[in-house]
């Protein structure tokens, strides 16, 4: 029987996650297993040494992630349920599917994947990418759209994390370079994209209210809190460990104290911005995630901070505005201004840090040229797979909601107050009408 119209979007979310799912119990079963038992008690100690020192880790990212995150984009009033619920989604699904590229393209020996905790670890900064990226066009794609960009995204990162880390040798222990500046201009090619060059006008359900700022804000502070795991994690126990965990609390202490003074300041009557507040705090743990474990001042530290929140405040301010008109560029949640300038800004400090730190002068001017050159890798490769990306996003079959029922969650949910008192101008038949179109 065939299916109507007004359902058929809806019934391509179950279809599509179905068939993943049951894929990947099929390869989990055929091809993936855990490491045998040690019988000899010093490597028994070290894996649960190992496991004992990652997993707090672990899990502070996970409260980042899934918690922090999804929180900081319920800045939409009326797109709440949405935001958390696809950026935990997009969170489950990246992570399973990039475990899956990385078991084939590295890990799989004797028709055998070796399953722990670090490689699950890695899964889940790939899937970091993703949830960063869909930024750009949160509340203007459909759960299918979201979940085509992810599976195009993993192996577009994981082949331009190879070409940096690995061909280039370039040093980005907190993936400032692979994972922020990658995931912004991914984004913002796949929104150049999706909405070619017609100018998004302001939606009227878009404009955030008091509530949905501080809920926003509790995310903010949430990631603020659990960031420092986040860039130490990767680094080798002991001194480096340590001298990242200490940069990253100096450099986000100073941008949060500096997003204040900025957004005061650009304001006429003095008053907060709560966008500024919730971007410009995090401004630093973004900037110093490549430099984080280097041998550097302290001073340093605080000042890449207060310069990456000033990036990011200026660029919501002016830059973002300036971005819309003259290149029709739609950034939703502004992650330009949040992982794109202030990744910039600690790529440069990066060629810096590697030019004084050493001393071997021509090694030092190597190493600083590739450090630039990753950079350039990753803004070219993400920016023209976002494009190709975006444009696949067009397609019709994968239901791309109309522009009057965007940023609303009724599209998508049940919500209760709608269910009990429904009208004839209500949500739910706004929502079918629309879908029937």
Not at 367 to 384: D, H
Request: hydrophobic fraction near 50%; proline fraction near 6%; include cysteine.
């Amino acid at each position: 029987m065939a299916v109507p119209p007004s359902t058929y979007p809806r019934r391509l979310l179950p279809l599509f996650l179905g068939l993943f799912q049951a894929a990947l119990l099929l390869f989990f079963a055929l091809f993936v297993t855990y490491d045998e038992p040690s019988a000899q008690v010093e490597d028994t100690s070290l894996v649960a040494n190992q496991v004992y020192s990652t997993f707090p880790f672990f899990q502070d990212i996970q409260v980042m992630l899934v918690v922090g995150l999804g929180l900081l984009l319920t800045f939409l009033p009326r797109y709440g349920f949405s935001s958390l619920t696809h950026n935990f989604l997009l969170l489950n699904f990246s992570m399973q599917w990039a475990l899956v590229l990385q078991g084939l393209l590295h890990h799989f020996h004797h028709g055998q994947i070796h399953l722990d905790l670090h490689k699950l670890l890695i899964s889940e900064f790939a899937a970091v990418t993703v949830v960063i990226s869909v930024g750009a066009i949160l509340g203007r794609a459909s759960p299918c759209q979201l979940l085509v960009m992810a599976t195009c995204e993993i192996p577009i990162y994981l082949a331009s994390e190879w070409v940096i880390v690995t061909c280039l040798g370039v040093l980005d222990v907190g993936g400032t370079i692979t994972i922020h500046i990658f995931s912004c201009y991914f984004g913002l090619g796949v929104s150049k994209a999706l909405f070619r060059a017609t100018e998004q006008p302001p939606h009227p359900k878009e404009t955030p209210t008091s509530s949905s700022d501080l809920m926003s804000l509790v995310g903010t502070l949430i990631l603020w809190v659990f960031w420092p795991s986040f860039v130490a994690v990767p680094c080798q126990p002991g001194d480096a460990q340590h001298r990242a965990i200490l940069n990253t609390l100096l450099a986000m202490s100073a941008s949060a104290i500096t997003t204040v003074v900025a957004s005061s300041l650009l304001e006429r009557d003095g008053k907060l911005s709560p966008g500024h507040l919730q971007n410009g705090s995090l401004a630093g743990g973004v900037a110093i995630g490549v430099v984080a474990d280097m041998a550097m001042p302290p001073v340093a530290a605080l000042a890449l901070g207060s310069l990456s929140a000033v990036a990011c405040v200026l660029g919501f301010r002016y830059l973002s505005p300036l971005l819309g008109r003259k290149l029709t560029l739609h950034d939703q949640c502004g992650i330009h201004n949040l992982h794109g300038l202030p990744g910039i800004l600690g790529a440069a400090a990066s060629v810096v840090a590697v030019l004084v730190a050493s001393k071997d002068t021509s090694a030092a001017g190597g190493q600083a040229l590739y450090q630039a050159a990753g950079l350039a890798v990753a803004v070219g490769a993400s920016l023209l797979a976002g494009l190709l990306t975006g444009a696949a996003l067009r397609l019709p079959c994968l239901a791309r909601p109309p522009e009057r029922l965007c940023f609303d969650d009724s599209l998508y949910f049940k919500i209760q107050e709608q269910a009990e008192s429904p009208g004839p101008d209500s949500s739910a038949e706004e929502g079918a009408l629309a879908l029937k179109e």
